[in-house]
C-alpha cells in the first residue's frame, strides 16, 4: 500500500479514475520517468484471510523525476 505525497507542483499525477475496472478506487499515473521515493513507514498491519496471516506495511512515497529527466539535471548536462 502506497501514501503518495505531491509536495510540489511539478510532479503531479493524472487522475485516470474514469477509466478504472474499480470505480469506487481513486487511480492516476503519473508521467514517465518518475520514480517513487520511499520517504518513511506509515503503518504495519497484519490481518488473517482465509486462515492464512498476512501482514502489510503502508509506505509514504514522494514523486520525483529521474536525474537525467529534471530541469536542473539537463542544465547540467548542457554545460
Known amino acids: ?3 503518495v505525497v505531491t509536495p510540489s ?3 503531479n499525477p493524472t487522475d485516470i479514475s474514469f477509466l478504472s475496472c474499480f470505480p469506487h478506487e481513486g487511480e492516476c ?3 514517465p520517468g518518475t520514480f517513487l521515493e520511499q520517504t518513511k ?3 504495519t498491519t497484519s490481518m488473517n484471510f482465509d486462515g492464512e496471516y498476512l501482514q502489510y506495511r503502508t509506505l509514504e512515497v514522494a514523486p520525483t523525476l529521474g536525474r537525467n529527466l529534471s530541469a536542473k539535471g539537463r542544465a547540467q548536462a548542457d554545460l
Open 29 to 31: 499515473v503519473f508521467a
Open 9 to 11: 507542483d511539478t510532479v
Open 1 to 3: 500500500m502506497f501514501n
Open 41 to 43: 513507514i506509515v503503518e
